[in-house]
């Protein structure tokens, strides 16, 4: 297949390029390198540094001539976009269109999209939270995600455009930046590495649904061959509370560092967590990396790039 992906030079888009790569398929990568990195890019694809919002897009579009879009082009930081809703929306929302409009000029038969299943439901009724759960985004990134859902439901509806959108809980692994929504993970490794005290919000028990980043590259592979329009969760179903995180991170580094807390954040979501049922029975996705395993794995990449 002949696929192109936004945001491809950063953490989670990246792992998908060199999978979609490994797979056979040829591959576009767009990225404008704001929180990416080349060197992310898998050489075997070919990069187009560019913002999604510039009209520059339909030519890459044109000249491609793509089967699939794989939307992960995006502002991230939760907290960004609380403190400049129109500079997050201009991305996240006129962005996703600019990309969208070349898609549909161009042909494109299918788009499969990165939204968040850690902040599209808000504060949840019940845990853990399915594709039914009411949708109440408490911030602006959260609301551009349900947003985007929606447009993608019109180009269904309209121009017949195919999507899978997938609902990511909160995303660890190599790679990532401290922005993103388990940027806590990055955070502590980068502090602990430099022997420097790494302090933890309030109690520490506000959890979240860490899932690690090759589960979410296998759910990106399966949608590929997914006949249809559908929205999944992409998540672990089991909450970790912060606590668990430091501790974890301590032993896999080696540091004999005393948990520190500091000042709860205001207006901290106190728990997140989401279902897999419907992916496990639609696409077989299962996570298959626990915490831990992961938690290794990324502190391990940490204490490389840190001594490089
Ligand atoms: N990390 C998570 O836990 C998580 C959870 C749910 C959803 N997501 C979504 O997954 C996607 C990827 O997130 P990530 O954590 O890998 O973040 P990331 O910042 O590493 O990746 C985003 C990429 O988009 C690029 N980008 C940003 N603005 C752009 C623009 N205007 N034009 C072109 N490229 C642009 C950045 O340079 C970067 O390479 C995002 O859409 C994010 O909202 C992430």
Redesign the pocket.
Known sequence: MRIIV????????SHIVDAYVKEGHSLVV???????IKRNVNPKASFVH????DEKLDEVFKAGNFDVVNH?????DVRKSVADPQFDAS?NVL?GLNVFECARRHGVRKIIF??????IYGEQDYFPADELHPLRPLSP?GIT?LCTEKYLFYYKEVHGIDHVVLR?????GPR??P????GVVAIFANKMIRGEQAVINGDGKQTRDYTFVGDVVKANVAALSYRGSNIFNVGTGIEHDVNFLFDNLRVHLNQSLLEKHGPAKLGEQMRSVISHSKIHKELGWLPSVSLSDGLKITAEYFKKSVNN
């Open positions: 936004t945001g491809g030079a950063g953490f989670i888009a767009v990225d404008d390198l704001s929180s990416g560019l913002d999604i919002r992960h082009a995006a502002q991230m991305i962005g990165s939204s968040t299943g850690g902040a990134y995600k990511y809980a909160n995303v660890y990532q930046n922005h993103g929504e388990a």
